[in-house]
T-cell receptor
């Protein structure tokens, strides 16, 4: 099945800093989504982005499907951005299920 | 506009008992997915259902685990004769269509004592 690798596994920032999280995948994808799991365990959908670029406030994401990677940018980070960021993909073979990476754990210090 | 509703939030069961986890998808969503998350790990796919149909159960253990999504009512994930290794957070998600954004519930944290 498709493999998903996220980097870095851990990231510590000071409030106000910018960061880039990376997601590499091993095969062509039909579907790619980014999620944020907050410290209380809630999972929030950030982006549905199988290709191209999207922006939502301080967050933006870019997927370059031909090169099999996606990037999540966080600008002017805030303590509320802390948590784990997951990339999830569905392979182009049509498995109809999202496979999750192991996540990037982000800690933003005041 | 309620999101995905899961209950209970926390469930404690003794070894050998049955656990029933419920999930009501977002209004209008007919695609339901169940995922399991162990501490400090990512989410592992278990099963994908549409109304009255199991589409993909490749991630679900063959024994003791079953899932349903009836025509009326919530989706149910059932674990029979629970063991300590079943302790985990179980998340349900729903989507409007195939290949559309996935929305998660707050999860059920199962503890087997």
């Amino acid at each position: 099945g498709i493999q998903v690798e996220q980097s870095p596994p851990d990231l510590i920032l000071q409030e106000g800093a910018n960061s880039t999280l990376r997601c590499n995948f091993s095969d062509s994808v039909n579907n790619l989504q980014w999620f944020h799991q907050n410290p209380w365990g809630q999972l929030i959908n950030l982006f549905y982005i199988p290709s191209g670029t999207k922006q939502n406030g301080r967050l933006s994401a870019t997927t370059v499907a031909t090169e099999r990677y996606s990037l999540l940018y966080i600008s002017s980070s805030q303590t509320t951005d802390s948590g784990v960021y997951f990339c999830a993909v569905e392979g182009a073979g049509g498995s109809e299920k999202l496979v999750f990476g192991k996540g990037t754990k982000l800690t933003v210090n005041p | 506009n309620a999101g995905v509703m899961q209950n209970p939030r926390h469930l404690v069961r003794r070894r050998g008992q049955e656990a029933r986890l419920r999930c009501s998808p977002m209004k209008g969503h007919s695609h339901v997915y169940w995922y399991r998350q162990l501490p400090e790990e990512g989410l592992k796919f278990m099963v994908y259902l549409q109304k009255e149909n199991i589409i993909d159960e490749s991630g679900m253990p063959k024994e003791r685990f079953s899932a349903e999504f009836p025509k009326e009512g919530p989706s149910i994930l059932r674990i029979q004769q629970v063991v300590r290794g079943d302790s985990a957070a179980y998340f349900c998600a729903s989507s409007l269509h195939y290949n559309s954004p996935l929305h998660f519930g707050n999860g059920t944290r199962l503890t087997v004592t």
